[in-house]
């Protein structure tokens, strides 16, 4: 599968975006899509993870309470709403699949052994 990310920029802290990620391929629910980001230098951080064939989701500490992982399966499309954005969530992030058709339990996703990336998408959060 092939992912497209958009929808970076910069944004104030404080402010919101929303990330998109579009799978190529007929196959879209039978995948497990993330987001990851990653600093220059920095170990890569798992953001959140969905589950399409159940719509189960995953969160790192970072995201909890001000990120939400959607889908949209008619578009082939993750997103990612980023409300209370806050500088240190400045960062390349990256959308990842791996086939995951309804094998239960997906926690072992912020080990980061997804199968296809995208090529990323900054954002800057700055005042």
């Known amino acids: 599968v092939q992912l497209v990310e958009s929808g970076g920029g910069s944004v104030q802290p404080g402010g919101s975006l929303r990330l998109s990620c579009v799978a190529s391929g007929d196959t879209f629910d039978l995948f497990a899509i993330a987001w990851f980001r990653q600093v220059p230098g920095m170990v890569r951080e798992g953001v959140a993870c969905?589950?399409?064939?159940?719509?189960?989701?995953y969160y790192g500490d970072s995201a909890k309470g001000r990120f939400t992982i959607s889908s949209d399966n008619a578009k082939n499309t993750v997103y990612l709403q980023m409300n209370n954005l806050k500088p240190e969530d400045t960062a390349v992030y990256y959308c990842?699949?791996?086939?995951?058709?309804?094998?239960?339990?997906?926690?072992?996703?912020?080990?980061?052994?997804?199968?296809?990336w995208g090529q990323g998408s900054h954002v800057t959060v700055s005042s």
């Open positions: 990842a699949a791996e086939y995951w058709p309804g094998l239960g339990d997906f926690s072992v996703w912020q080990t980061g052994a997804f199968s296809s």
């Open positions: 969905i589950v399409i064939s159940d719509q189960s989701t």
